[in-house]
């Protein structure tokens, strides 16, 4: 039980990091030398200028095609990571113990317990994979030396980060419920044994004769 629910609240965690982590526009920052005083920043559906007075002006991005390609690609797996996490996480609230859902099923409720983990662990990779590319690409970036040194660069955002934690959450939490589902065993009915107890008894105790000792009363 301490399994499962630490494996919900690892999952239920990060979860909600990756769903914000799709839509905030702190995926790269980009520091002008020309003008100290803005700050840019890049998310997967918009660009964010902050200026020294507080002042943030956004503006999205223009179209979907016109985007680089792990741009693209990041905005999908995102999504499916978001939709994946979210049904993992009924999967496996449904199969918990706790629930009395699906409680005279224990075959059942592992099952959905074992989905729930599974398709966490999928969103957990879903996750990882484009904020791993794009990281990946930042770093490229960064370091390419056919660009002039005065060119300003983009460096990892936030939610860079808050996105490694949350893929990190999600496959931890997918494992340990997982874990636990294959560790639970369906216990097997007794109450047949139990009602053959009281014959049994009266047989051992002398209650009935047997043929043996009737041929030696007559």
Known sequence: AKAQMGGMLLA???????????????WKNLNLDLN?????NMGLWQVCITQEEGVVECQAHGSFLALPP???ISRLLMCLSNGLGLLGCLLAALGLEGWRTCEDKPGRKRRLLLAGGVTLGMAGITTLVPISWVAYNTVLDFWDETVP???????????????WF??????????????????TRTATPLAPACRQVPAAQGLAGGHHLHPKNADLVI
């Open 70 to 72: 792990e741009l693209r």
């Open 12 to 26: 239920l965690l990060g979860w909600v990091s990756s769903c914000v982590t799709t839509f905030v526009p702190l």
């Open 166 to 183: 949350a893929g990190a959450f999600l496959a931890a939490g997918g494992l340990l419920l997982a874990c636990s589902a294959r560790s």
């Open 149 to 163: 040194d005065i060119v300003p660069r983009w460096e990892f955002g936030e939610a860079t980060f808050l996105g």
């Open 36 to 40: 100290e005083l803005e700050v840019w």
